[in-house]
């Protein structure tokens, strides 16, 4: 297939700036297969699902990952922590040029400039013993995505955070969970619906759009991830009680279709992915799927297109601009179901 094929128009005014208050009040769009489309909430999802279905959550949780510093020369620099390697040193992009060698200068701890890539990266060292996370804390600023056009607030440090992430390592959120609420996710148990979680430390990549005519020219960024063993035995008692697994978020589907594509099937796994999910093919695990608007000509789009197929796909993204749906990672959401 062609990248075009997953270009869209969409104007700049929908484009949300600011996260809706409560985070349920989000207007959903709701796509059963054969049936016209329904215009509901976010907060209407206990009712949408099944008792018997299982709802799959990343539990990843966010840094403020966005450290400003200052090079040795006293020139301002911007550092991204992306992810740390086995070794304690930090994968990171650095504004600017840089060299290795470079020191740059943090509030509490200089890191040094150990290794520089081809593709833009920067490998950074910290001083020994230092809380890199607990530094992110402290003097980060919140990632917020390239398309929100302002700075980021304090409280983006709680907005752009799901309820019940426990797990630091993403700079980017998990947009679809950003909706849920402690008081719907109890309503949701009451009616029976099982959860579960998986991991991803979701990466810059996520934002980056296609860049190749062919989608078998694309080569996808590698994101860490993980599928528990309860999660397995979960999805089958789930299939058992003739139920459905329902994923929040385009990384629940790319973490569990990775682990099912494991030489024995579906099985507990921990890794690297860099699967990339377009048509012709199909998910092996994920029934239903929670999800945001997704930027033209991104994989995320793409991977929707696996359920939804390309035709109801720009039906279905006409339609949200028409009725003013918000878009992206502040944004709307839609729920793709059988």
């Known amino acids: 297939m062609k990248t075009a094929d997953f270009d869209y128009h969409l104007p700049a005014e929908l484009i949300a700036q600011e996260a809706i208050e409560p985070r349920d009040a989000a207007r959903l769009l709701v796509l059963r297969d054969g049936e016209a489309a329904e215009h509901r909430h976010v907060r209407d999802l206990a009712d949408l699902l099944r008792p018997g279905d299982l709802l799959v959550l990343n539990r990843t949780r966010v840094i403020p990952a966005r450290l400003h510093g200052r090079k040795a020369t006293g020139g301002a620099v911007e550092v991204l922590l ?31 400039v150990t290794e520089c890539r081809e593709d833009g990266e920067r490998v950074v060292s910290f001083p020994a013993g230092c809380d890199v996370i607990a530094l992110a804390e402290r003097i980060g600023h919140v990632p917020l995505p390239p398309y929100i056009a302002r700075p980021d607030r304090p409280a983006d440090r709680e907005r752009y955070q799901t309820v019940f992430g426990d797990r630091p390592g993403s700079v980017a959120a998990p947009t679809a969970s950003l909706h849920l609420t402690r008081a719907l996710l109890d309503r949701i ?13 979701i990466g810059p990549g996520t934002f980056k759009p296609v860049d190749t005519e062919d989608l078998a020219d694309f080569r996808i960024h590698a994101e860490h991830a993980a599928c528990p063993a309860v999660t397995v035995a979960a999805i089958a008692a789930c299939r058992a ?15 569990l279709e990775t682990a099912a594509r494991q030489p024995g099937g579906l099985s507990e796994w921990s ?7 377009h048509p012709p093919q199909t998910f092996q695990v994920v ?17 929707v297109a696996c359920r939804l ?16 749906y918000r878009f992206f990672s502040y944004g709307d959401a839609m729920l793709i179901t059988p």
Request: glycine share 12%.
């Open 271 to 277: 890794g690297w992915t860099s699967l990339f999910l």
């Open 241 to 255: 009680r003739g139920g459905r697994v329902v994923a929040v978020g385009t990384t629940v589907v790319r973490t």
């Open 309 to 324: 197929g390309l035709e109801r796909l720009h039906t279905a993204y006409a339609e949200a601009v028409r009725e003013r």
């Open 189 to 201: 148990a009451s009616r029976g619906i099982e959860r579960a979680f998986v991991e991803l430390a």
């Open 82 to 112: 992306i992810h740390p390697q086995p070794d304690g040193q930090w994968v990171c992009l650095v504004g600017g040029k840089v060299r290795a060698g470079s020191v740059i200068q943090l509030d509490g701890a200089d890191l040094t």
């Open 287 to 303: 029934d239903a799927l929670l999800t945001n608007f997704h930027l033209p000509r991104s994989s995320l789009l793409m991977l």
